[in-house]
């Protein structure tokens, strides 16, 4: 990032010297210079950053090698989130099929010259239709949770497992995590995701309520649809505070087995009294995540275009590789935001389990993997 900054910076210094010699255009070369000095700045405090984060940059590295153990011999984790995607897609289809007949329950009247009939519908298929909606916006956030929570129990038994790396362990982590959702958690994930899909279907009726007000230009017209999107963008604001709060209660409930309400509180409570740990967990965490999900889509699509472009079966067929290789990243990126979610959502589960292990047994954490004790016994000394 900062070698960035700095390129940049110099890119800007270079056409400083192109617009006075050359063009001879002063307010392009006062623009040069206030980006030239603006990106060095952002280097000089990336820089300083760096210097007083390194801790945070510490603990970051030690629940990513604890996360990494942890994929590494749990390797069926890695099919609790395509297992969710499926599920996800089968239940897309069936909302589309049943989309399809609430829409042609109405009275079909022809419009005139138009090929296209119109469908009018009366209250009673209103009313299906927008509860139909709501049901598509509570089970997209039921799926999360349940994906969300299978993988931090999954983590929480990995962590508090006395031989996590022996043969001998629990078997089956991720059947266990489900049959754990199913049987005793399955009213919290219902009600957490009820609160989400709540938020979201609240901003769909606005934006429906800001289609039907349309382009006009009277003042009453602007007013409104100001209001409007200052209420979407509140209620875009709680909905992100509330999947960050549900996220947090979910590994709560995975690793003491509270209801919702006391899971979230409890999760609240923790990351408030822990709010350096988790503030800097979640910003150096978030940039390596984002930058594995960059690496995997760059190395997908450098692989893919490799295979195209060099193997005589693939490119005798290719007029170009341009989109086959677009494609190609695009897939990447999404199987690396999938495989990056595991390892986010194990980094949080793993500091969770830690801080609750040291509150438990003192701060020797008697659960805790190598790589975690180390840190914090160099952060105490």
């Keep these: 990032m900062q070698a960035a900054f700095v390129i940049l910076g110099w890119l800007f210094q270079r ?12 307010t392009y070369k006062t623009a040069m210079l206030v980006l030239c000095i603006f990106f060095y700045a952002l280097a000089a405090i990336w820089l300083l950053y760096i210097l007083f984060m390194c801790n945070a940059i510490r603990l970051a590295l030690a629940l990513l090698k604890v996360s990494s153990r942890f994929i590494t011999s749990t390797l069926s ?57 709501f049901g598509l916006f509570w089970v997209n956030a039921f799926l999360n949770a349940l994906n969300q929570f299978v993988i931090a129990s999954t983590a929480c038994i990995w962590y508090f497992e006395q031989d996590r790396d022996s043969p001998d362990k629990t078997r089956f982590p991720v059947l266990t995590s489900f049959y754990r959702a199913f049987r005793y958690h399955l009213g919290s994930l219902a009600f957490g995701s009820l609160i989400i899909a709540i938020i979201q279907f609240m901003i769909a009726v606005l934006e429906y309520i800001k289609q039907k007000v349309g382009d006009s230009a009277g003042e009453k017209v602007k007013l409104i649809k100001c209001l409007i999107n ?29 209801n919702f309400c006391s899971a979230a509180s409890s999760g609240f409570g923790v990351i408030v009294r822990n709010l350096g740990r988790f503030s800097a967990l979640t910003l150096i965490g978030g940039i390596f995540m984002f930058l594995g999900k960059l690496f995997i ?39 690396g935001v999938i495989f990056m979610g595991i390892y986010g959502m194990a980094q949080d589960t793993f500091l969770h389990c830690f801080l609750c292990d040291e509150d438990t047994n003192g701060k020797s954490a008697k659960y805790a993997p190598e790589e975690l004790k180390d840190f914090f016994k160099e952060e105490r000394s």
């Design 77 to 133: 984790v890695f099919f609790v989130p395509l297992f969710i995607f499926v599920l996800t897609v089968a239940f897309y289809i069936y909302w589309v099929a049943v989309s399809v007949f609430v829409y042609s329950a109405g009275e079909i009247k022809s419009n005139g010259s138009s090929p296209i009939a119109t469908v009018t519908w009366d209250d009673t298929t209103r009313y299906a239709w927008w509860y139909h909606l």
């Design 230 to 258: 200052c209420c979407q963008c509140i209620l875009d604001c709680c909905a992100r505070f509330i999947e960050f709060i549900n996220r947090h209660a979910y590994i709560q409930i995975a690793l003491t087995g509270e």
């Design 15 to 26: 056409r400083i010297d192109y617009y006075e010699n050359v063009v001879k255009d002063d």
């Design 297 to 335: 889509a760059a190395a997908t699509g450098i692989i893919g275009y490799v295979l195209i472009t060099e193997v005589p079966e693939y490119s005798s067929q290719l007029n170009s590789p341009i989109l086959p290789t677009t494609v190609m990243i695009l897939e990447g990126y999404v199987i």
